[in-house]
């Protein structure tokens, strides 16, 4: 066996030590989420559709209270926070730094600069298009929620739906049993009031009295919503990537902005429709990426 002389050895002592002390491979961007989550691999699927630079990514718990000194450290210019945790340290970062945050379900508020970002619940409106398009037969919606989800996501909410604001989950439940002239009643992600006991009553009184509901995600259909609305996930990573490749170039978003999804998901709902009488064209069924049962 060879024997290494004292030269050699001093010699890959100075080699390593040199080694350790050149900085890492600098990133562009950093994206705070967690990588585990199928909604963060769909946004990062879309995201290197549009975003052609380097990136690294940190779960919210391994740079929190130190995100600064990561950005530093990694020589990055700017930072996508996916989450509501994750955008919360984003926002403590200096102004100078652009924030693109995403997956949070309502538009948050935020005072801070160069701050943009994309919600992922699915406006009134968009349920209002559709149904004016393909199920005139539903001429009359009702939306019901707290004063705050509907300024958020039905504030100029057009035909055929009505928006109806209650302050409590005893509220909520008093003013669906009231709605007998409704041909379907469309629901918000508004978790402070739509508890799971209100939900479950929203559907007994669905079937009792054959009034669909149009529900807020997947699993509302395949639970009996006649459908669902839900966000297209790549499309937000698209977008996100967007910005950030703008924000790379010019180093601001501009102003603390909150913008709508622009791209939805259709899940329907057929053994619904066939026990409500409600009749949906092959134009739509066409268009779901799901059909229930």
Do not use: C, W
């Not at 963060?40 to 699927?45: L, N």
């Not at 990514?57 to 929190?64: D, F, L, N, Q, V």
């Not at 935020?110 to 004016?132: Q, V």
Request: without cysteine; charged residues 20%; proline residues 6%.
């Amino acid at each position: 066996m060879k024997t290494l002389s004292i030269s050699h050895i001093v010699r890959y002592a100075l080699l390593g030590i040199l080694l350790s002390s050149l900085p890492s491979h600098a990133s562009d961007v950093l994206i705070i989420a967690d990588a585990q989550l199928k909604p963060v691999m769909e946004v990062t699927q879309g995201l290197r559709k549009t975003l052609h630079a380097s990136t690294r990514t940190y779960a919210p718990a391994e740079i929190k209270g130190t995100l600064a000194t990561v950005l530093q450290r990694e020589d990055a210019r700017v930072v996508i926070a996916l989450g509501r945790e994750a955008l919360a340290e984003a926002l403590t970062l200096p102004a100078s730094v652009p924030v693109i945050y995403g997956m949070v379900v309502t538009p948050p508020a935020i005072s801070r600069p160069n701050t943009a970002g994309f919600y992922m619940a699915t406006p009134a409106n968009e349920y209002a298009e559709l149904i004016r398009r393909f199920f005139p037969a539903l001429k009359h919606v009702d939306v019901v929620a707290s004063r705050s989800y509907l300024n958020m996501l039905a504030s100029n909410v057009s035909a055929p739906v009505t928006p109806h604001s209650v302050k409590s989950t005893v509220e909520f439940i008093t003013m669906i049993k009231q709605l007998d002239t409704a041909d379907a009643i469309l629901l918000l992600p508004d978790s402070t009031i739509m508890t799971s006991t209100a939900l479950q009553e929203t559907y007994l009184l669905s079937f009792r009295r054959r009034i669909p509901l149009l529900g807020i995600s997947e699993r509302h259909v395949k639970e009996g919503a006649l459908l669902a609305l839900v966000v297209d996930m790549v499309q937000v990573g698209r977008s996100i990537g967007e910005h950030a490749a703008r924000a790379l170039k010019s180093g601001n978003v501009g102003q603390a902005s909150s913008l709508p999804p622009r791209k939805f998901e259709l899940f329907l709902n057929t053994d619904t429709a066939r026990k409500m009488r409600i009749s949906i064209p092959d134009e739509v069924v066409r268009m779901a990426r799901k059909v229930y049962p």
